[in-house]
C-alpha cells in the first residue's frame, strides 16, 4: 500500500527544503574555497621561496663537507678508512688498537684543517661559513668501543636572534655497500646578514600580496553570494508554482491507492478462494480414502466368505488323504503322491486361514510386526513360480539383498500388495504378446508373417522381484517386459476404477478389469507411509519400486490423525 497524501507531501516539502539548503551552502561555499585555495597557493609559493635560499645554503654545506680535500683526502673517505680498520681487527675496542688511534687523530686533525681557516675570517667576509660545532657518529656500532670524534669551535655561539639563528645538518656517510653509516653532525651559520634583511622585506611583501589577493576575492565572493541569494529568491517562487502542480499530482495519487485498495481486496478474495479449494480437495482425499475403505472391506467381506466355503469344502479331501495314508496295501510311489496332494492341501489350507484372518479385522487398522522383506519375497517366488511357468508363460526371477532387510509392516496386507503388482505385471506381458501377435498379422510377406506369429505365440514374459536399496532405503522392485505405459497412464494408474485393460487375465476367459489392483497397492502403502515410483514407457516394460521409509516404528495415516 502506498503512503498516505499528507505524509508525501510533508516529505516532498521536507526534501525541497533540504535541497534548498544544500544549494545555499553549495552557492556560498564554492567562492570561500576558491578564496582560501588562490591564498593557500600564494603562501606555498612564496613559503618556497624564502626556503630556497636556506636550500642552497645547505647544499652548499654538504658540498664543502664532502669535497673539501686535505692532505689529498676527504673527511668522508677517512671516516670510510676508519670503520674499514674497525671491522678488520674484528670490532674491538678501539682504544686499545694503535692503528685505530692513529686513524682517529688523522680525522681529528682533518677537521681542524677544515674549520680553523674559516676562523681567521669570522665575521670579515659574506658567504664564509661559521661552524660551532662538528662531530661524528658512529651510531649503528658499538659506542662502548668506538666512540664519537667531536670538535666544538672555541668562538662563543651568537645569541638566537631573528636574524642569528644556527642551522643544523645531518650527512650520512655510507661504506662498503651496508646499511650501516656514519652520520656528521654540522652546526653552522653563513655569514649573510643583507641577503637575509632582504629576505625579511620580500616577506612582508608577499604578505601584503596575500593580504590584498584575500580582502580582493571576499569582494568577489560578497558580489557572487548576493547575485546567488537573488537566484534562490527566484527559484523558491519556481518551488511554490512546482508544490501546486505536486498538489495535483497527489490527487491522482490518491486515486490512483484507491485502485490498489480495490486490487488488494480482490487478491484477499481470490486467496480466499483458493483456500476453500484446498480444504474442498481435501474433503474429497478423505471421502476417497472412506470410499476406497469401504470398498476393499466390502471386497474382504465377500472373500472372507468364498474362502471360508473353499476351506469347509477342504475338509472332507484332507480326511480321505488321512484314510488312504494309513491303508497297509499302498505302494510307496502311491504314498508319495498322496502325501504330495496333502501338502498342497495344506499349504492351501494355510492361506485361506491367513485370508480369513485378513478379512475378519478392520482393513484401515495395521497390525505392524517385524518382517524380513527377503523372505516375504522369497516366499511369494514359491507360491507363483510354477503357475507363472506353466499357466501365465511368465519367468518369474527373484533376487534378494546380502543381508537381511527388516521393517515393521503389515504382512499379510504388504504380502496382497507385492501380489497385486506382481499380477499387474503378468497382465503386461499377456498384453505385450497380443501386441506382437497383431504386429506379426501386418506384415505382407506370408511366410515372415506365419514365423513371426509364431514367434509371438513363443514369446514369454520376464518378471522379476528383487529387494535392494534405493537412496539408503529398503526397496522392492517389481519389472517386468509387458507392454508398458505412457505418461498419461502412469499419471492415473493408481485411481480407484481406473484402467486399460480390455480383458483382463483372458488366459482364463474372465472378465475385464475393474481398476482395484494398483489402487489397492496404493491405499496399503499410504497406510505403511511407504512411496512408490514408476518408470515406464510404451513397449519397453514397467518398473514398479517401494521405498519404505528409514523411520521405525511406522503407523498408519488414520492412527496418526487419531493421535493428534
Known amino acids: ?140 656500532f658499538d659506542e662502548s668501543k668506538i666512540r664519537s670524534i667531536r670538535w666544538d669551535s672555541p668562538i662563543p655561539r651568537p645569541r638566537k636572534s631573528n636574524s642569528a639563528i644556527l642551522a643544523k645538518l645531518d650527512l650520512p656517510i655510507s661504506f662498503n655497500n651496508q646499511e650501516k653509516s656514519a652520520i656528521i653532525h654540522c652546526e653552522y651559520r653563513i655569514h649573510a646578514f643583507n641577503r637575509i634583511q632582504h629576505e625579511e622585506e620580500r616577506n612582508r611583501v608577499h604578505k601584503g600580496i596575500v593580504v590584498i589577493v584575500v580582502l580582493s576575492g571576499l569582494v568577489v565572493s560578497s558580489v557572487w553570494i548576493l547575485r546567488f541569494l537573488r537566484r534562490e529568491r527566484m527559484q523558491q517562487q519556481s518551488l511554490r508554482q512546482l508544490e501546486r502542480a505536486r498538489m495535483l499530482m497527489l490527487a491522482e495519487k490518491l486515486r490512483a491507492q484507491e485502485a490498489e485498495r480495490e486490487q488488494d481486496v480482490l487478491k484477499s478474495r481470490l486467496l480466499e478462494q483458493e483456500l476453500e479449494n484446498e480444504r474442498q480437495s481435501n474433503r474429497l482425499k478423505e471421502a476417497e480414502y472412506s470410499f476406497r475403505s469401504q470398498l476393499f472391506a466390502g471386497m474382504n467381506v465377500m472373500a472372507g466368505s468364498y474362502a471360508h466355503n473353499i476351506k469347509n469344502l477342504l475338509v472332507r479331501p484332507n480326511d480321505l488323504l488321512v484314510r488312504c495314508l494309513n491303508m497297509a496295501e499302498l505302494k510307496s510311489d502311491q504314498v508319495s503322491m498322496l502325501q504330495e496332494v496333502q501338502d498342497t492341501l495344506g499349504v492351501v489350507t494355510d492361506r485361506l486361514q491367513q485370508i480369513l484372518r485378513t478379512v475378519r479385522r478392520d482393513l484401515s487398522h495395521t497390525e505392524m510386526t517385524s518382517i524380513d522383506l527377503n523372505q516375504m519375497v522369497q516366499d511369494c517366488d514359491k507360491t507363483w513360480t510354477q503357475l507363472a511357468r506353466e499357466k501365465w508363460k511368465v519367468n518369474l526371477n527373484c533376487q534378494l539383498a546380502s543381508s537381511a532387510q527388516s521393517i515393521q509392516a503389515d504382512l499379510s496386507h504388504l504380502l496382497q500388495a507385492l501380489e497385486n503388482l506382481l499380477f499387474n505385471a503378468r497382465d503386461a506381458t499377456y498384453a505385450m504378446r497380443n501386441h506382437l501377435r497383431d504386429q506379426a498379422r501386418l506384415i505382407p510377406d506370408i511366410q515372415k508373417r506365419r514365423q513371426a506369429i509364431l514367434d509371438a505365440a513363443s514369446w514369454r514374459g520376464e518378471v522379476s522381484l528383487r529387494v535392494v536399496e534405493h537412496q539408503k532405503r529398503k526397496c522392492i522392485e517389481v519389472e517386468d517386459n509387458g507392454i508398458g505405459m505412457d505418461e498419461e497412464v502412469k499419471q492415473r494408474c493408481t485411481e480407484t476404477h481406473f484402467t486399460t485393460k480390455k480383458d483382463n487375465a483372458l488366459y482364463q476367459g474372465l472378465s475385464a478389469g475393474m481398476g482395484l489392483g494398483l489402487s489397492f497397492v496404493s491405499f496399503v502403502l499410504d497406510q505403511h507411509q511407504a512411496q512408490m515410483e514408476i518408470e515406464s514407457h510404451p513397449f519397453t516394460g514397467t518398473i514398479f519400486r517401494i521405498i519404505f521409509p528409514s523411520a521405525e516404528p511406522v503407523e498408519s495415516k488414520k492412527e496418526m490423525a487419531n493421535a493428534e
Not at 17 to 32: E, R
Not at 43 to 58: E, H, M, P
Open 1 to 140: 500500500m502506498s503512503n498516505s497524501p499528507e505524509v508525501s507531501s510533508m516529505d516532498s516539502t521536507t526534501e525541497s527544503t533540504v535541497n534548498g539548503h544544500s544549494w545555499f551552502l553549495l552557492g556560498i561555499m564554492v567562492p570561500l574555497v576558491m578564496i582560501i585555495s588562490l591564498a593557500g597557493l600564494l603562501i606555498y609559493l612564496f613559503s618556497n621561496q624564502a626556503q630556497s635560499g636556506a636550500k642552497n645554503d645547505r647544499a652548499d654545506v654538504e658540498e664543502w663537507l664532502e669535497e673539501t680535500r686535505v692532505f689529498r683526502k676527504t673527511l668522508p673517505e677517512i671516516v670510510r678508512e676508519y670503520i674499514d680498520l674497525y671491522e678488520q681487527y674484528g670490532n674491538e675496542d678501539a682504544s686499545s688498537n694503535e692503528y685505530i688511534q692513529r686513524k682517529r687523530e688523522e680525522i681529528s686533525e682533518q677537521i681542524k684543517a677544515l674549520t680553523d681557516p674559516l676562523r681567521i675570517y669570522v665575521a670579515q667576509l659574506p658567504l664564509f661559513l661559521e661552524v660551532y660545532h662538528l662531530r661524528i657518529d658512529f651510531s649503528p
